[in-house]
């Protein structure tokens, strides 16, 4: 078959690449509209959400007279109450909309109250008598062993043979590590409207990251068919996973009382209720036995990773698969045993967080590495080099996956040269030779982040794209914008495809009766798929637009001709023959030429065999590297990111400003999750971290003073978007650094002979007790 | 009735809501939706907002960010109110400029919030530079030296406190600095010296239309100069609101009503409409009553109103006491001190509050009033327990007496701050002051323990201990023990480092909770008692000892 439209020109290498964010004027004049903006519809309703005050039990009681009676109310919502579904769960059961009898983790959602003000609804859900009889809570991933507590079956992954490789290793090393989850804490906090409309039908406003989902809850809840259901989603002032499955439930709590009351109701979650009852990243339990010979190459490893799910699998089953996918990050072992669990707790529903698992994966492989350079006696960083993928050691991953691409040791090479690691490694050296309060770290640490979904059926996008007869042309795909820029990348693609200004373009709200079935916005997908849909349609009416002026205009029938027509700076082109572009598309509307197309596209080459263990999950890898030094009070474990220098891979970069905010922000996230961010529940499972002033992510000051970055910008091998790759999620782990720095400055207490234990997030309170413990250990020794 | 401007409209509202918050005015009744809610707490600064008031000398603004979530509508009062709604017309302000040109909004939900801080610092910044220029111009007439005109390029640490208040969840802040980098040091907007006059204006006639028969003669200066308008006609209510102009009013009305709430910054008083949904039935705003807003000095004593926000108060205080300065400004974010007031934040009596510690080790004590009489009480004896003060039913705090540190008691004039050097020889008597905090985030949190140290040494032997400590006990405390056993130890002996350490590992039983463990509080104790004794007896050497170095 010919390629279609074979000379078009490639996509541009200049800063004209970096367009300014769709919304920005709009974002920073505050006219940028997010759901509680909106111009509420007359005689609108508010909801308010009352939870359980126990970790596990049975609902004996729910007296909500009281409730009802309050002033304002207007309806009273219970699990028995809905018409339809009572489990919302993503991918398998366990998701009831309101407890009903069992009641699985503190906070846990029971009723909703509807009333004539959001004050009037969040007072009444006081006035609850809530009888809740308690049964003994699993609250940590040991107990949930013990009691063979499982959200889903455990996966395995192996090659070679662990087992015998450990024993005959020169060395070997054990190692544990509990890793802290992390809240969203998107700034917009979960929001829905829903507004009834004819008869059963109803239209949703809804901040979430899968709308496609929301509209199938939604149904299912209400026990119409899906068709029934719009959902429209403009915008989220952020999401990060946490709008992926649990918007869901507000929005079909919405639904329901619009349905029963007839009148327009907004469900809109007080924080410290967002907090309580939204799953957050999953805490982990992990653990690793490592062989490894005097040289520091590691030669067989058996990793256990334990996913603390919480009450329900959500989608905990694909994240621990990713953690697995990343427990070697970029580093090969010839003999390798990986065990993934999901274990089930009564916590709210552990969710999607940007990279979905893959960071409390990769952080093993980080922690093996430094376990290997404390006692081998080498730098952290020469390690890492020796244990690279490549023809030397080797290029199949313990998931059966050829690593094609070597980009990462050369990106660690420019990186340590432009970072100067080792003049600076030096200098900190003799600086806490002679400082014995404060003590500085250093690492750089490498990212590799498996591209697309592992849920295979998942890597589908659609797109609809209309001309109208101004030229002005109007994009709309599968995606959702909550602040990555995907919809100016989006429009950025149409324009090139068609040649046109970039204000020609509108991306308009994504919406479930444009583009149906979509897929959710996530695992750094949102461009890869959704780009090359609307680059599929573009090209549709290009075929169509190309032909007609063929045909017309030039009197050119042969399919040469149409297939060399260029579309470029706003006109249309064959050989020295030249149209406007909006003159071609009226010309074209008055020929019956069609000016709308819709677009599809899957990503090619992808498989994986649960079975086995075996296939290729990801279409390609991002890649990334980061160097941080920071600095730490042995008084006190307090500690500051001082310099940052970061080489990342995007491809070749759409939009270079967005990748690196992309980057940046990511890093910042990343270093919050290690460092500041920590979750704290008691002991009967009630979690305490429950608000901005007791859970505290990275403010302004926490921004390192020095922070590089750099794109690795180099053409994707694979056929992505015009090559370029996915950003969303791989910076992220680049703030592993961070966390290996500063257990680097831990280990100068102990002339780096000993590998600190340093569960994060590293707390000022973490850090110091891993101080004390290794000055005791120096001190006995 | 509160009359205002909202950014250029003249708003009067006979009636107001007791719980009635900014946040949800602007959103809910004037359907102004830039502002946003995030938390309604007060600590993500999505609802950043702007006051401007006038400066003692009617002609100077100033402008103060806020929370507006966290702030009740007794605050309007005589004061104009900017939203993000104001600042573009035509052309986009240039803070928004720079913000579309460094990519600094990505999700945009804290665009706002933040483009208002940029906007209050921008103002600042910009009013300094065109009153320098003056000043500049001026001097080179009479031929003289310009060296205060150096200053005219904003430092990326100005940013960070001008900011310290906004959460960001996408960007990693990066872009945000350097747009306000941008903005603030580049030339000023077209206009904008007549948008100033025509403000000023604005606020003069507002001020001058309230005034009558009943007005108050002008007061004096507010701290660092500015504020302080009795405007309000006397026992003004709007529904149950008040906002009285002395504390004769203040005394009959908590005698007519007495439950009703006293608020100052309300930073923590809102917290209980906004996160526990309580009513409050009657309210009275302590922001007329101009005593209760002086900062001044008495004796040997700078005496501090009650009422006096946190950040109008913190150039006097870091005068005298510039050990202070990081104390205060993590205290909390920038909108928060710029709200918070030093009396709320003793009598709300909480266990941690940062500020009771620090006035514990300077020997403060509180005046007290009823109206009727005054009394004072050492600080140490107004804390009774948790949340439970010596406040007796009808009383208020009127101010907070900190006893100057001797060489300023000493002569009557001020020294400059900026002279102030610790002796280092020892071998005279000096005062070894620190005030340490601890908490999990630098900026905007809460400590896991607050330790203030102050020791005064003659010929080398210490004469006098005093402490204060915050998140160890039910209340903030001192230890009488250090104090007793300290005495007459020689301080640089390494005996007074043990002894200390020993002590206040042992002296508190503090509790487990989200923000540390009690053992992690105990070690801490013992840490900051040597970080003190090393910041104060290293002679000479240069080994650091904070992570971050303040002035």
Redesign the interface.
Known sequence: MRKLIATQQAYPTSDKR?Q??E????????????V??L?EPANLLYAAVGTSNVASGTLRQLDLTAVKNSTGVVDVITAADVPGHLDIAPVFDGDPLLAHKQVAFHGQPLFAVIADSV?NA??AV?LAKIDIEPTAPILSVAAAHESNSHVRPPHYMQQGASDLALQQAPHTSEGHLSVGGQE??????QVSLAIPEEEDRILLYTSSQHPSEVQKLVAEVLNVKLHKVIVDMR??????GGKETQAAQWACLAALAARRTGRAVKLRL???QDMITTGKRHPFENHFTIGFDQQGKLLAADIDINGNCGHSADLSDAIVDRAMFHADNCYFIKDCQISGYRLKTNYVSHTAFRGFGGPQGMIMAEAMMDRIARITGQDPLTVRKHNLYGKENGTLTPYGMEIEHHLIADMLAQLEQSSAYWQRRDEIKAFNE?????KKGLALTPVKFGISFTAKHLNQAGALVHIYTDGSIQVNHGGTE????LHTKIAQIAAHEFGVSIDDIEVTATRTDKVPNTSPTAASSGTDLNGKAVQNACQEIKRRLATFYCQEHLNKLDAESIAGVQFVDNKVTLEDTCIDFAELVQAAYIGRVSLSASGFYKTPKIHYDRETGTGRPFFYFAYGAAAAEV???T??G???VTQVDILHDVGHSLNP??D??QI??????GMGWLT?E?L?WNADGAL??N????Y????????P?I?NVQLYDRPNEEESIYHSKAVGEPPFMLAISVWCALKDAIASLADYQVDPQLDPPA???KV??AI?VLKQKKGAA | MIQFLLNDELVTLDAVDTDLTVLSYLRETRKLTGSKEGCAAGDCGACTVVLVELEADNKTLHYRTINSCITFMSALAGKQLLTVEHLANNELHPVQQAMLEQHASQCGFCSPGFVMSMYALYQRTKSQQTSAQKTSAQKKKTQETHSDTQKQTLEREEVLTALSGNLCRCTGYRPIIDATLQACNGPSHAGFIEEQQKTQQRLLALIESQADSNRIAPTPSGPSGHAVHSDIKVNVKANNVFLPANTQELAELLTTYPSAKLVAGGTDLALQVTQALQPISHLISLNKIDTLRRVEVQGDALVIGAACPLNDLQPKLTHYWPELTELITRFASLPIRNQATLGGNIANASPIGDMPPALLALNASLVLDNGQQTRRLPLKDFFLDYRKTALKAGEWLDSIVIPLPSEFADTVQTRDASNFIESTTLTESSCLRRFYKVSKRYEDDISAVCAAFQIKVHDGKVTEVNTGFGGVAATPVECQALATALQGQTWQDEVCLVLGQKILKEAFAPIDDVRASAAYRRTLLANLWQRFWLETTQQNTAMPIRLVQHA
Do not use: W
């Not at chain 1, 940046?664 to 996230?669: K, T, V």
């Open positions: 970096s300014k964010h919304s920005a004027k709009r974002q920073v004049t505050g006219t940028a509209r997010y509680d903006d111009p004050m969040r007072r006081q969203h804490l998107y700034l917009e906090g915008r989220m002032g952020g999401g990060f007080p924080r410290q002679t400082s014995p309060i404060i909550m602040g990555q820029g600095v730490i009070d008084l006190t307090e500690s500051k400003a967005l690196i905010g940046e922000g990511g890093f910042i996230q500041s920590e704290c305490t971290s608000n901005l002033a007791t505290k992510i990275p403010a302004i000051g926490d921004t003073a922070f707390t000022p309170e110091l007790a004390q």
